[in-house]
Nanobody, 123 residues
Framework: QVQLVESGGGLVQPGGSLRLSCAAS????????ISWFRQAPGKEREGVSY????????YYTEPVKGRFTISRDNAKNTVYLQMNNLKPEDTGVYYC????????????????WGKGTLVTVSS
């Protein structure tokens, strides 16, 4: 049974940092494209970043570029999202997803999803 479990969310002040984790069981993350999405209250789920299978190339959407860093630890079968200089607009539930193609569309190419972890950026 495949499971993706996100953790690391919480309440943080603007300008602060959090590191999210996406731990997998039942599949080896190094062979999948792993994407992070977020969903703010009342808004659609949006892609944030992905890391490629194999060569670990990374991609970030403009709102998070320069502030977020995605990485993978194959030994721990875990993908991380380091989030720095957080802003109130980063608030939302963050999800990781795995697929065999690169995708930042929630409706395309992603086979497995976690249940999410809540990030709240507020003073």
């Amino acid at each position: 049974q495949v499971q993706l479990v996100e953790s690391g969310g919480g309440l943080v002040q603007p300008g602060g940092s959090l590191r999210l984790s996406c731990a997998a069981s039942g599949l080896a993350l190094e062979y999948y494209f792993i994407s992070w999405f977020r969903q703010a209250p009342g808004k659609e789920r949006e892609g944030v970043s992905y890391i490629s299978a194999g060569d670990s190339r990374t991609y970030y959407t403009e709102p998070v570029k320069g502030r977020f860093t995605i990485s993978r630890d194959n030994a721990k079968n875990t993908v991380y999202l380091q989030m720095n200089n957080l802003k109130p607009e980063d608030t939302g539930v963050y999800y990781c997803a795995a697929g065999t193609v690169r995708s930042l569309r929630a409706d395309y190419g992603l086979d497995y999803w976690g249940k999410g972890t809540l990030v709240t950026v507020s003073s």
